[in-house]
């Protein structure tokens, strides 16, 4: 004899039923040790923001200095960065470029 149908057991397997409570918990703190861990990393770094300007398609930050962001005179908007630390506008005829 066949038994009960397989649908009913089948539902709750996809019923999208939460997590045990015990789950939750551990993700939980597990989320709160990780924001601890990376507000601790962050305390007391100094961001130290400075522009260089320079005339040309070319600008060039301090060696310590990696560049965040691009700048173009003629309202150029197509530059990329070179060794981490210059802007190099790629329009023709720049007249000025600030990392």
């Not at 060696?63 to 003629?74: D, I, L, R």
Request: net charge negative; hydrophobic share 35%; charged share 15%.
């Amino acid at each position: 004899k066949a038994g009960p149908p397989a649908l009913p057991v089948l539902g709750l397997l996809v019923s999208g039923e939460s997590r045990c409570p015990v789950d939750a918990a551990i993700d939980q703190e597990i989320q709160r040790g990780t924001i601890s861990l990376i507000l601790e990393a962050f305390n007391g770094l100094r961001l130290d923001c400075q522009s260089v300007t320079s005339r040309g398609d070319l600008a060039t930050c301090p060696a310590v200095s990696p560049v965040t962001g691009c700048a173009c005179g003629y309202g150029c908007g197509s530059w990329d960065v070179r060794a981490e630390t210059t802007c190099h506008c790629q329009c023709q005829g720049m007249d000025w470029t600030t990392a």
